[in-house]
């Protein structure tokens, strides 16, 4: 069993920033992927960002070259840089971890961007 536990969401400007960060109950060594969504109201749950246990990541379009993913497995946390922010990107964000086993869910963090 692992816990994955969000936080860094708040209520920001446009054109600003926020990390969120994910961490995890357990290792995250042995995680195949890794990945980031959200849901904004009334909306289903799109992926945002996914990086692979090699390191490999992408991006949704509406995020490319504004958003990063990363990962510090010293600490089992993942986390997700996010620039330039736009009302758009308003939602609850989930991070998701696959491993062998099983794959688990955050419980979201709320993110909010307005004037």
């Known amino acids: 069993q692992v816990q994955l536990v969000e936080s860094g969401g708040g209520l920001v400007q446009p054109g600003g920033s926020l990390r969120l960060s994910c961490a995890a109950s357990?290792?995250?060594?042995?995680?195949?992927?890794m990945d980031w969504h959200r849901q904004a109201p009334g909306k289903s749950r799109e992926l945002v960002a996914k990086?692979?246990?090699?390191?490999?990541?992408s991006y949704a379009d509406s995020v490319k070259g504004r958003f990063t993913i990363s990962r510090d497995n010293d600490k089992n946390t993942v986390y997700l840089q996010m620039n330039s922010l736009k009302p758009e990107d308003t939602g609850v964000y989930y991070c998701?971890?696959?491993?062998?086993?099983?794959?688990?869910w955050g419980q979201g963090t709320q993110v909010t961007v307005s004037s």
């Open positions: 357990r290792s995250i060594d042995s995680a195949m992927m």
């Open positions: 990086m692979s246990s090699d390191g490999t990541t």
């Open positions: 998701y971890e696959a491993y062998p086993w099983a794959h688990y």
